[in-house]
């Protein structure tokens, strides 16, 4: 029997120390915090979005960042078995559009109160409001953790701190300095899945809080001509910007695009957004002139009620540049064109980023290339492991990076 430490109690921590302790080994979970699982809580705006029904061959290809890495971690550790795992502790799940697997109650603390129910079960020791002050090693070797409270003999760790993103939770980048003291490389820290600053303020401002739901949107590389992401479904605008699923998703893809600070500050990256993207440009045209027949005696102003949410009709008036007062039969065929271009083409310029406090996950961490990616041991220090989001692995929404957790963790977890 070996004892195992797990620094921090997120998913990721949580799954390594219920699976080392499965394998009969002694387990402790070192928390900062007061409480496990602080920033399982948040996701999926409280409702956890636990993994997605996609195969696992898919999940590659929404991890954009090193998601080949995963390879035998999602092999190890499927969606199905945090299903059935969640399953046997008696949490029913439910699928909902995109693939999202959401628990049936819609309460993110039931799906943490599985994973604490396992724990007890297997007497895993929870030592809380606890910090790691420095991993002791000999020869390559771990002999020992350092907390701010006592000296902890040991020669497994799984470190499993998070990433930088949401800090109040406890992910405050504790593990990189850990990981750096040891000869580990720390990969550039960034925010990934986080909202986007424009430099059209004033428009997101106007619109600050309204919500578009089956909208496609293209972000595009002016330079090159080139579409660097496309996708579908929701966004929102806020007082800086953009944000929801759609927007944030993006920004996992733009983080990694060559060159992106100078090209957000040279205003060379715009986002095109199709506010129906359901009717082709004569479509669209078609539908207008039908609203249009039946407003013809009414002011332009008044006009675009049933094709636009209120709150947009203001600004689309502006900047169609079409008098507001003018008689809709007054409306020429080239002022009509001007609006269906505008709804198939609402352009915002991209600014940047918000600050990686405010993102859900952080792209970069420790450096895939000094990890196995088969047990997640370090190749640097023996009996060291890793799991989670300290990981340099980073994917889109929609349940992936939970599922990281999960099978990292596990992996961690077998292998100690």
Known sequence: MERVIVVGGG?????????AAENGNEVIIIEKMSSLGRKLLITGKGRCNITSSLYMSEFIKN????????????????????????????LEVKEERGNRIFPITDKSVDVLNCFIKKIKELNIQCKLDTAVEKILVQNNEIIAVRTNKE???????????????????????????????????????????????????EYCQSLQGLSLRNIEIKIIDKDKKKTIYEDFGEMIFTHFGISGPTILSASAHLIKYKDIDYLLKKKNIVINIDL????????????????????????????????LPKKMIPL???????????????????????????????????????PVD??????GGISTKEI????????????????????????????????IAYSTGYTAGMSV
């Open 11 to 19: 998913p990721a921590g949580m799954m390594a120390a219920i699976t």
């Open 372 to 403: 196995n990616p088969k047990t997640m041991e370090s190749k640097i220090i023996k009996g060291l492991y890793f799991a989670g989001e300290i990981i340099d692995v980073d994917a889109y929404t929609g349940g992936f990076n939970l599922q």
């Open 316 to 354: 689309i008036i502006k900047l169609s540049k079409i008098n507001e007062d003018k008689k809709v039969n007054e409306i020429t065929k080239e002022e009509r064109k001007k609006i269906v271009e505008l709804l198939k083409n609402f352009t915002i310029t991209i600014k940047d980023f918000r």
């Open 358 to 363: 405010e993102a859900i996950i952080t792209c």
């Open 63 to 90: 991890t954009p960042g090193n998601g080949k890495f995963l390879y035998s971690a999602f092999q190890n550790y499927t969606n199905k078995d945090i299903i059935e795992f969640l399953k046997e502790q008696g």
């Open 151 to 201: 000296m902890i003999k040991t020669n497994k760790v799984i470190l499993a701190t998070g990433g930088k993103s949401y800090p109040l939770t406890g992910s405050t980048g504790d593990g990189y300095n850990i990981a750096k003291s040891l000869g580990h490389t720390i990969e550039k820290i960034k925010p990934s899945l986080v909202p986007l600053e424009v430099y059209e303020k």
């Open 276 to 307: 129906k993207p359901a009717l082709s440009e004569e479509q669209l045209d078609e539908r207008i002139l039908r609203d249009f027949k039946e407003f013809k005696n009414k002011q332009f102003k008044h006009s675009l009620d049933k094709l």
